[in-house]
């Protein structure tokens, strides 16, 4: 009996040390090394555990390749920071170098740290020979000065499963049935790889816009309970990477979702959440 008593007391210092390290700051950094990392082409920038895993587009990729080679300066970034999971995930407009040619990328890279290593790295690009129809670094630029960093009074943040079953419902709001959607706010506004899709009809439900898609290998592994901010990651229509970012205001209502995405895989790109 005291010998289990210790083991539990041991791994609550293991777990309390952890959280220690996983402060806001601290992640922020590491995504500030991370983007350096990229940018400089050089992953001593980044501390990574020996067995880390590095997918892009639901493809797995070595140390140092796909957009951690041709990644450049970023542009505008928005990072989503879950302290009790020591994970992030960051939306960004970068420079990118494709094909010998200078152009820009919007992409969102989910981080999983593990003892101050990073363990994951989950990247998904949206790239103009890839998906010009949504493409539009340009559009996701002009909504620079929206505040995603002003953190919620305490009374009015919403728990990690509240925001969860939102952004699950609104996937599951892809249907002609009717079914439980939102809340969501008046107006809402969504843009996809960049480009706003909501500019005639302000509102985020996809109910009533003719899509029966199922997304398949739903993931909410990065949640910022401070800032009311949730990522949830998908199979879009079961076989495109993409992952939805969910903004919600102090009445818990969503009023911007940010969505990006990349090539067409089929079958799980990383295992669900336990």
């Given at each position: 009996m005291k010998r289990l008593a210790w083991t539990f007391a041991l791994m609550a210092i293991g777990v309390s040390?952890?959280?220690?390290?996983?402060?806001?700051?601290?992640?922020?950094?590491?995504?500030?090394n991370y983007f350096k990392a990229a940018e400089t082409h050089n992953m001593?920038?980044?501390?990574?555990?020996?067995?880390v895993r590095i997918t892009e587009n639901g493809k797995d990729m070595k140390p140092g390749e796909g957009f951690l080679m041709s990644g450049g300066k970023v542009q505008m970034r928005r990072d989503v920071i879950d302290t009790e999971r020591c994970a992030t995930v960051t939306e960004a407009v970068t420079e990118e170098t494709v094909e010998g040619k200078l152009t820009q990328a919007v992409m969102a890279v989910r981080l999983k740290v593990v003892s101050g290593k990073v363990s994951e790295i989950?990247?998904?690009?949206?790239?103009?020979?890839?998906?010009?129809?949504?493409?539009?670094?340009?559009a996701m630029l002009d909504t620079k000065d929206q505040d995603w960093t002003t953190p919620l009074p305490p009374a009015k943040r919403k728990s990690r499963d509240y925001m969860n079953d939102v952004a699950n419902k609104y996937f599951s709001a892809?249907?002609?049935?009717?079914?439980?959607?939102?809340?969501?706010?008046?107006?809402?506004?969504?843009w996809e790889g960049g480009l706003q899709t909501t500019l005639r009809n302000p509102t985020c439900t996809p109910q009533g816009l003719g899509l029966v898609l199922n997304h398949t290998e739903r993931r909410f592994p990065v949640?910022?309970?401070?800032?009311?901010?949730?990522?949830g990651f998908i199979n879009f229509?079961?076989?495109?990477?993409d992952v939805h970012i969910f903004k919600f205001?102090?009445?818990?209502?969503?009023?911007w979702i940010n969505a990006v995405f990349g090539g067409r895989v089929q079958g799980p790109v990383w295992p669900a959440d336990k």
């Open positions: 040390a952890q959280a220690q390290n996983c402060t806001r700051e601290s992640l922020k950094g590491v995504i500030d001593s920038a980044m501390q990574t555990a020996t067995n989950e990247t998904i690009v949206t790239r103009e020979k890839e998906q010009a129809r949504f493409y539009n670094p340009k892809f249907t002609n049935e009717k079914v439980q959607d939102g809340p969501y706010a008046t107006p809402c506004h969504r949640t910022d309970l401070e800032l009311g901010i949730t990522a229509g079961g076989s495109m990477p205001n102090a009445d818990g209502q969503v009023y």
